[in-house]
């Protein structure tokens, strides 16, 4: 039974490149997760090096598509904010210059209506004023998901005196 969740060996290199091609076809993929791909595939140092530079020669992997689509669905879908996608930027090794031009394409007034919707959810409930308490959780809960602790300040110090 465990055998089963072990990945299966590829025997070729050219049958690994095809997975790979497939596997970077289903979704964008950051070059450190397909080189991990790989690896688990029990293909070599070398090998591996010659089918990431294949990949990206023939348009499956390219890791500034990847950093874009990754930035927008993790703000739009999951509602983080720039730090925690800088973040996971980072763990996927993603350059810098890249994680700096995937920022950028994050619309300003689109991440302002982000910040207002998660504290008017957050706040719905509460009276006209929030006490001390509730203005601590709304800002932890907003530092966890990524947002900047000045934008925060300034957004709840505005619900508070609207």
Not at 42 to 62: R, S, Y
Not at 114 to 126: A, F, V, Y
Request: proline share 2%; glycine share 4%; net charge positive.
């Amino acid at each position: 039974m465990e055998e089963s969740k072990k990945p299966r060996k590829v025997s070729t290199p050219l049958e690994a490149k095809r997975k790979a091609e497939s596997y970077c076809a289903y979704q964008e993929r950051a070059q450190q997760e397909v080189r991990n791909k790989l690896y688990e595939w029990g293909l070599n140092h070398e090998t591996v090096e010659n089918i990431i530079a294949q990949l990206i020669e023939e348009n499956f992997l390219n890791e500034e598509r990847f950093a874009k689509a990754y930035t927008l669905g993790r703000f739009r879908m999951k509602g983080w904010g720039k730090i925690k996608i800088k973040q996971h930027l980072k763990l996927k090794k993603v350059s810098e210059p890249l994680i700096r031009l995937a920022l950028k394409s994050i619309d300003m007034d689109e991440y302002d209506k982000k910040i207002d919707e998660i504290i008017e959810k957050r706040t719905k409930s509460l009276k006209s004023t929030i006490t001390f308490n509730e203005k601590t959780k709304l800002y932890t809960y907003l530092q966890s998901k990524g947002f900047e602790s000045d934008i925060i300040f300034e957004k709840i110090n505005q619900k508070q005196n609207n």
